[in-house]
């Protein structure tokens, strides 16, 4: 089973509009951290945003929000006020607790969603 | 330049040939990892090295593949007889011990012919 998708495999929004990127993932450990990251033509990923398993609150950084909802393994992205520079490759991903509390681990990603901002 | 720096960009090679890629961490990262992309994919996890020691492999790293960090500094990945199924690209990315977040190179792209 997939542990990470992302059903929107393209997306559009008007300039200054919010947009919001579906992320759902699979896990059966309790702890785990959820990221976002941006992918622009040049390739390579630009980390935006992250979210603990345990954390209380949904993450924000400037114009990106976690949209975190637990019981339902989702995991959504909203960008506020879009940017033209926001159009990109969008990705979820997602870190499993690895052996023995440590902090290291691999990530599985979504297929991503390009977002396109038009004028 | 702090960023994680890979090289080369890109990379065209005949079917069967043997090519090599850098990737330069952030010099205090002690932790580097190989990802794979394929178009339409997201990344997919190759390998893992905590300084010289390498602590994790995908079963995606064939025999054909191998990644060294020989003084825990700089790494390479190597791909032995390519085929057009490798054809993607290889992301790198760097983290320091206890630190959640990688920061990831620009890939190198690699086409097979």
């Known amino acids: 089973a997939q542990k990470i998708t992302q059903t929107q495999p393209g997306m559009f929004v008007q300039e200054k509009e919010a947009v919001t990127l579906d992320c759902t993932y699979d896990?059966?450990?309790?702890?785990?951290?959820l990221f976002w990251y941006k992918q622009p033509s040049s390739g390579e990923m630009i980390f935006l945003i992250y979210q603990g398993s345990y954390d209380q609150q949904n993450a924000t950084e400037g114009r990106y929000s976690l949209n975190f909802q637990k019981a339902r393994k989702s995991a959504n992205l909203v960008i506020s006020a879009s940017q033209l520079g926001d159009s990109a490759m969008y990705f979820c991903?997602?870190?499993?607790?690895?052996?023995?509390?440590?902090?290291?681990?691999?990530?599985?990603f979504g297929r991503g969603t390009q977002l396109t901002v038009w004028p | 330049d702090t960023g994680v720096s890979q090289d080369p960009r890109h990379k065209i090679t005949k079917r069967g040939q043997n090519v090599t890629f850098r990737c330069d961490p952030i010099s205090e990262h002690n932790r580097l990892y190989w990802y794979r992309q394929t178009l339409g994919q997201g990344p997919e996890f190759l390998t893992y090295f905590q300084n010289e020691a390498q602590l994790e492999k995908s079963r995606l790293l064939s025999d054909r593949f191998s990644a060294e960090r020989p003084k825990g500094s700089f790494s390479t990945l190597e791909i032995q007889r390519t085929e057009q199924g490798d054809s993607a690209m290889y992301l790198c990315a760097s983290s320091l011990g206890g630190v959640i977040v990688y920061t990831f190179g620009s890939g190198t792209r690699l086409t097979v012919v």
């Open positions: 991903a997602m870190r499993e607790r690895a052996d023995r509390g440590s902090t290291l681990g691999r990530l599985y």
């Open positions: 896990t059966s450990d309790p702890s785990y951290g």
